[in-house]
C-alpha cells in the first residue's frame, strides 16, 4: 500500500495584497467588480473600507458574501487602522484552520478619502503581517472627467497617485470634444510628474488582470517624498485627520467641512421626483458634491431598486437592479460632501418625498428652489 505523502513543512508562501485606492466617485467598485470577473484573480478575498456610518459599496461588489469583509465606518488611513491589523490577522487563523474558504490574494479598496500610507506601511513594516503577507501593488483609480480639480484641493488625492504602481483612468469615454481631450493630456503629464514609475492604463481598454497582477511594491524606488510618507515619523505625526465634532469622535466627519450623511425613506419616490431632486441639488451644489450613491425605491419600478451615482456635475444614468441587494429594501442615499448644506438637502429630499405618482409640476419645482 502506498504511503501518503507528507505535507509540505516550513513557512507558506505570502499572500499578495493588492492596495485600490483612489478619490471618492473615481470608479473604484466599478473596476474591482470587472477584476472579480476575471478567471486570473479567482479565489480573490475583498477588504472594503467605506466613510460614514451607511456603506453601500460592499453590497454592490459581484462576489460571493463570504469573499468580502467590509471594515467598520471611518477612513481606514487612521481610524479603522487597528480593525485592518486585526482582521488580516483574523483571516490567516481562519484560513490555517481551515475555517475559511481559501484565498490566493486580497484586494484592500480603500474608502475615496483615505492617505494610502498607513495602510502601506502596516503591510511592510508590522512584524507578523510581512512575513504572511507581501504588498504587490497599488493601484490608482483616477477620474479624468474631474481629476485635476480634486488633485487642486485634496492632498489625499495625489498621496493616492504618488505611491501608485499602476494609475487607472476612468471615464475617458466622456472627454469627446476637443478641450475635454486637451484636459487629460494635461492630467496625465501632471500624474507622470507625481508618479514618474507608474503605469497609466486605460480602464476602457485594458485586460483585468494587467491593472493589478505587478510586481512587488518598492518603496525604495517611489520618489524621496513618498518614502518620507512610508517612515515612521511621518505616520505619527502626519496622518489622523480632524474628525471631531466638537463633542468627541465623529465617523461620519473627515474634517471641517467634509462630512458624509443618509437620506432614508421608508416610501418610494416617483422617477420623476428623483430626477427633479438631483437636478436641484445638482444644480445647487455640484461642486461640493464628493460623492453621491444611492438605492432608491422608485415607484415604477417595484421591488427593484434604483442605483444613482454622481460626483460634482456628473452624474450617471440611474441603472434599475433586478433585485434589492440585502434586506433593506428602504432607500438610502449617501452624501459626502465638502461643505454642501445638510440640512437643505434633507429638506429639499423631504419635500420630494410627496411626489409618488409623478414629477414635480412647474410651480411646486419653483417653490422648492425658493
Not at 470587472?34 to 460592499?58: C, K, Q, S, W, Y
Not at 436641484?280 to 431598486?305: I, N, T
Amino acid at each position: 500500500m502506498t504511503e501518503p505523502l507528507p505535507k509540505p513543512r516550513g513557512p507558506k508562501p505570502p499572500i499578495p495584497v493588492t492596495v485600490l485606492t483612489g478619490f471618492l466617485g473615481a470608479g473604484k467598485t466599478t473596476l474591482l467588480n470587472r477584476l472579480l470577473n476575471d478567471p486570473a484573480l479567482a479565489d480573490t478575498l475583498v477588504i472594503v473600507n467605506e466613510f460614514g456610518e451607511v456603506g453601500l459599496d460592499h453590497l454592490l461588489i459581484e462576489a460571493p458574501a463570504d469573499g468580502i469583509v467590509e471594515l467598520s465606518a471611518g477612513c481606514l488611513c487612521c481610524t479603522v487602522r487597528g480593525d485592518l491589523i486585526a482582521t488580516l490577522e483574523d483571516l490567516l487563523r481562519r484560513l490555517d484552520n481551515n475555517r475559511i474558504k481559501p484565498f490566493r490574494r486580497v484586494i484592500i479598496e480603500t474608502t475615496g478619502l483615505a492617505d494610502p500610507a498607513p495602510v502601506l506601511q502596516t503591510l511592510l513594516v508590522h512584524p507578523y503581517l510581512m512575513m504572511r503577507y507581501k504588498l504587490a501593488g497599488v493601484v490608482t483609480v483616477v477620474d479624468v472627467i474631474n481629476g485635476s480639480g480634486v488633485l487642486d484641493r485634496h492632498r489625499e488625492a495625489a498621496r493616492q497617485v504618488a505611491v501608485a504602481d499602476r494609475i487607472v483612468l476612468t471615464k475617458s469615454d466622456l472627454a469627446t470634444d476637443t478641450a475635454a481631450i486637451v484636459r487629460v493630456a494635461n492630467l496625465r503629464q501632471r500624474l507622470k510628474l507625481l508618479a514618474p514609475g507608474a503605469t497609466q492604463l486605460e480602464a476602457v481598454s485594458a485586460a483585468a488582470a494587467d491593472l493589478v497582477l505587478t510586481a512587488p511594491f518598492d518603496a525604495s524606488a517611489k520618489p524621496a517624498d513618498v518614502q518620507a510618507w512610508l517612515s515612521d515619523g511621518a505616520l505619527i505625526a502626519g496622518t489622523n485627520h480632524d474628525h471631531g465634532s466638537g463633542n468627541g469622535f465623529d465617523l461620519n466627519r473627515h474634517d471641517a467641512t467634509i462630512h458624509a450623511f443618509v437620506l432614508r425613506s421608508e416610501t418610494a419616490l416617483s422617477a420623476g421626483a428623483l430626477e427633479m431632486f438631483l437636478d436641484l441639488v445638482k444644480a445647487a451644489h455640484g461642486a461640493r458634491l464628493l460623492r453621491v450613491k444611492g438605492l432608491v425605491s422608485v415607484s415604477e419600478a417595484p421591488g427593484r431598486p434604483v442605483l444613482i451615482h454622481g460626483v460634482q456635475h456628473t452624474f450617471h444614468p440611474p441603472i434599475v437592479l433586478e433585485r434589492w441587494p440585502d434586506e433593506d429594501q428602504r432607500t438610502r442615499i449617501v452624501f459626502i460632501v465638502d461643505g454642501a448644506p445638510q440640512d437643505e438637502i434633507t429638506r429639499l429630499f423631504e419635500a420630494f418625498g410627496s411626489f409618488r405618482t409623478g414629477p414635480a409640476t412647474a410651480p411646486e419645482a419653483q417653490a422648492l428652489r425658493s
